[in-house]
């Protein structure tokens, strides 16, 4: 049946060259038909063959009828994959409560099922959406399309089991109001701008001066964990005298109320979902207090979050290893690890994690495998190394565009690169040497930044030719991630 798929599409035409069936296919015995997924180069769909037509999904793009045969070939969008989830439940996403988890970005939305293929091989529950608004604005993709990339990845393996979906990074609210209601399992609140880290700079005067405007709700929180002091299960000291719990009130209050009322508007819909707390791209390192006093006023408040990512001491840019003195890490993770376990019932997560090699075996030793682990940009770069490989002279051009535009896109990210590093005119290097400019960090770190820049540019060019190199773009991506997760478990699988 596949091959006569094939064929019906390749005589009409309409929905593009190259048409691939994946799979042997779905059956759906409530509409006694069998569903596959077509990808051309023009974009998804989904094949129905059955006896006689169904309107089950909308807008056909191409119906074939012989004697009491009938092919009808649908676009895989939003809707239509809502519709197919009655049938085919298992590619809607659910929360993973308290299992170790990896979330893969796929910014290209390309590559779920290559993410798939490497994350199935080990016990993490995956996330294969996972975007950022900030990802999205510079892609120009929606919640929407993010999910709906990586249900397509499902269908397309055929992988049967669970998923997550995360919404990374939200900072507002009509942000995730949009992905709750579209069936987002997994919410990363971005607290980095609710909290008030100059509660920490304040001088004695202004601290005193604030004390006595502490309104009543700051009085009773205030009052609350006043003078006390907890020596948790691993030896780990919590302080909070009065002249440390302040600041710490003063800065990190704000943020409480707002996860709590965060929380509430994602209670009104869902009744189970996967809440993380992220202080990750906050000013500050997160000290073992303000990670007890978040953890135990959330907590009071009856808010269940499922994990929670420090800022950790050290340097973690995109797309190289961590920086930073890995004694120091480990110090600071193993303080984390006391206060996530003796307030018991979410995990540690780790963002940037793409590349950080050198301390996911303490990663992984100190939680105990209770983790969340996000990587994104590493596979966009995959796909980019798959063009320097395949295609150097459309390599080049993505770098002049990466190089052309670097300070406006250091403005998102941070990178210790300076401009006078990279190359300026990568020209003349001969074809054959053009994979081996990856090997320069400085090069991959531009790279890795500039998604959105080279995506406006040449982007379409770029799907193009990775649609038509998926193999290799495939197992790329594919051993990439697969590198991450056997330096993560090391021998523990
Ligand atoms: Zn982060």
Known sequence: ??????????????????????????????????????????????????????????????????????????????????????????????????HPSFGCGDRLGMVSAAHLK?????????????????????????????????????????????????????????????????GYSMFTLDLSEKVNYRAFAMDERELSRR????????????????????????????????????????????AVEQVEYWYHLL???????????????GESITSPEAHFFMAEELHRRGIDFRSIAPRFPGVFEKGIDYIGDREEFSRALWTQVAVARDIGGYRLSLHSGSDKFSIYPIFFRETGGLFHLKTSGTSWLQGVAVVAEKNPELFLRIY?????????????????????????????????????LLRDTRICQLLHISYGSILEVVGEELRRFLFAEENTHYRKVCENIRKHLVVLFGEER
């Not at 709700?217 to 299960?233: A, I, P, W």
Request: charged share 30%; with cysteine; glycine share 4%.
């Open 1 to 98: 049946m596949q091959a006569k798929i094939q064929a019906i599409l390749q005589s009409r035409e309409i929905l593009g060259k190259e048409p691939r069936v994946y799979m042997q296919g779905y059956d759906i015995p409530e509409l006694s038909a069998r569903l596959f997924p077509v990808k051309t180069q023009n974009g998804l769909y989904l094949a129905v063959w059955s006896g006689e037509e169904k309107n089950v999904f909308e807008r056909p793009s191409l119906v074939w009828r012989e004697k009491d045969e009938v092919c009808a070939v649908y676009p895989f969008s939003f809707s239509n994959y809502l519709r197919l989830t009655r049938f085919l439940a298992h590619l809607k996403p659910s929360p993973f409560n308290h």
């Open 267 to 281: 209670r009104e819909e869902l009744s189970s979902f996967d809440l993380e707390i992220s202080l990750d791209e």
């Open 118 to 182: 490497a994350l199935k091989e080990f016990p993490v529950f995956p996330v294969i959406a996972q975007q950022s608004p900030r990802e999205l604005q510079k892609t120009r993709r929606s919640f929407a399309d993010v999910l709906l990339g990586a249900a397509w990845g499902i269908l397309e393996s055929g992988y049967q089991g669970t998923f997550g979906a995360d919404a990374d990074h939200i900072k507002d609210e009509q942000d995730l109001l949009e992905a709750r209601d579209l």
């Open 400 to 436: 002049q565009v990466a190089y052309d535009t670097f300070e406006e896109n250091l403005k998102a990210y941070r990178l210790s690169v300076r401009k006078e590093e990279l190359p300026a005119n990568i020209g003349k290097v001969k074809e054959s040497d053009v994979p081996k």
């Open 211 to 254: 004390y006595e405007e502490m309104n009543a709700q700051e009085q009773e929180v205030f009052g609350r964990y006043r003078d006390k002091k907890f020596t948790l299960s691993l030896g780990v000291e919590v302080d909070l005298s009065e002249e440390k719990l302040l600041p710490l009130v003063l800065a990190y209050l704000p």
